[in-house]
């Protein structure tokens, strides 16, 4: 599992994983499309743009591997912002290319795109 360095570990402050220390013994959490409704409390709100903006720093618009970043986090991008970079793709596996999906991304998250992740 890759181990991506530089990245914030979870929301400052708070207790919203961003990433695992170690691989799931049971096996890989996979990926889902998590349904974001109106009504979430904004403190999920606020982990979600923070994680998106640690992303956009961290990668860009290039393909990145899984790696050690949090399945539940990634799944309330995953499908929407956060797409499969390849053609199969397995929501089950560490070394699963993803890669933001920009236009959808800056929609839904304005300011993430504009500020360092955790300001």
Known sequence: MLKHRGFPGRLTGTDFQFTIRRPNPKGVTPLT????????R??????????????????G?????RGNLDAGRLSWLFG??????TDPFDAADYEALLVI??????????????????A
């Open 33 to 40: 499309r998590r349904e974001r409704f109106p009504d979430r």
């Open 42 to 59: 904004p403190a999920d709100k606020r982990a979600d743009a923070a994680f998106m903006a640690a992303l956009w720093a961290q990668f």
């Open 61 to 65: 618009d290039e393909p990145f591997e």
């Open 80 to 85: 929407r912002e956060v797409l499969p970079a």
């Open 101 to 118: 999906n920009e236009a959808v991304a800056r929609a839904a998250f304005p300011d993430a795109f504009d500020t360092e992740w955790g």
